[in-house]
């Protein structure tokens, strides 16, 4: 098992133990492999769920730029609803596993199709 896949099986953990829901494997792989080398820098990997200015990077870069949202209250709401369901005492709230439920939440998957 490469390095990847031990991060993949580590974010499906999180998604079921953490987050209460069964991944789609084949979705969270898409969107592990979407980060590119992100998801091996231990500062790059995860998502400070109380830093604005970080919640304001996943939205432009990821929801607006990636999935192709247009601006609007509703992308905010949405990334606070994700960690308030990953659990904001949650040290570590990987990338992969934010960029996962958005994706889930708005129904974007075609973008990984």
Not at 30 to 39: F, L, M
Not at 50 to 69: C, R, T
Request: with cysteine.
């Amino acid at each position: 098992m490469g390095k990847r896949d031990e991060w993949i099986a580590k974010y499906a953990d999180d998604l079921t133990n953490k987050c209460g829901m069964t991944p789609d494997m084949d979705l969270l792989t898409k969107v592990t492999i979407g980060c590119g080398p992100s998801i091996y820098n231990a500062d790059a990997q995860t998502v400070a769920g109380s830093q604005e200015s970080e919640l304001e990077l996943v939205k432009n870069n990821f929801l607006m730029k990636k999935l192709g949202m247009a601006d609007g209250p509703e992308l905010m709401e949405a990334i606070h609803k994700v960690i308030e369901v990953y659990g904001k005492s949650e040290r570590n709230k990987y990338r992969a596993v934010v960029y996962y439920m958005l994706t889930k939440h708005f129904g974007k998957e075609a973008v990984y199709g």
